[in-house]
């Protein structure tokens, strides 16, 4: 369960991003798998989030993260769906799908691991079709907290891209 102190960090971020992409003109998008709809859930919990944030998908199944994100199969079969190229991917599809300047994704496995991969890697990206920035997150607590932390490493990446550009 949220605690107040996590609502009010993410709250947080979340008004410094709507800030930033409103003077800039930007427009957002996500695509979750593991964090299903967290991410978004922490942008539109902050009034005036329509005027940026367009909409998300949660695709759980890897069939349609093919369909609607155009996440290719052999890069499934090649690298895990929990990966840094199936989470570019993700943003790249987002973006397409809603139209969007920036997108944020996700992919991991927040409870039990598969395929040779432990439980606790979450795959997280944001950007824009052309510039996409990529981290994997490693630390396994349990599933609740493994989700929570890869929102908030998520809104984070973000943040810090953005403010980078308005600095220009």
Request: aromatic share 6%; hydrophobic share 40%.
């Amino acid at each position: 369960m949220e605690n107040e102190e996590q609502i009010k960090m993410a709250n947080m971020i979340v008004n410094e991003i709507q800030r930033l992409m409103m003077e800039g003109g930007w427009t957002l998008s996500t695509a979750e798998s593991c964090t299903s709809g967290g991410i978004a859930r922490e942008i539109t919990r902050v009034a005036g989030a329509s005027a940026y944030f367009q909409g998300g998908l949660v695709a759980y199944q890897d069939r349609l993260k093919q369909q609607f994100l155009g996440v290719k199969a052999e890069d499934i079969a090649q690298y895990d769906v929990v990966s840094e190229p199936v989470v570019r991917q993700m943003v790249r599809g987002a973006c397409k799908m809603f139209g969007t300047d920036y997108a944020i994704a996700s992919t991991g496995y927040a409870g039990e691991g598969c395929n040779g991969i432990p439980s606790g890697t979450i795959w997280i990206a944001w950007g824009t079709p052309d510039e996409i920035h990529a981290k994997c997150l490693t630390r396994n607590i349990d599933r609740e907290t493994n989700t929570r932390n890869a929102i908030q490493e998520a809104l984070t990446g973000l943040l810090e891209e953005i403010r980078g550009l308005s600095c220009d």
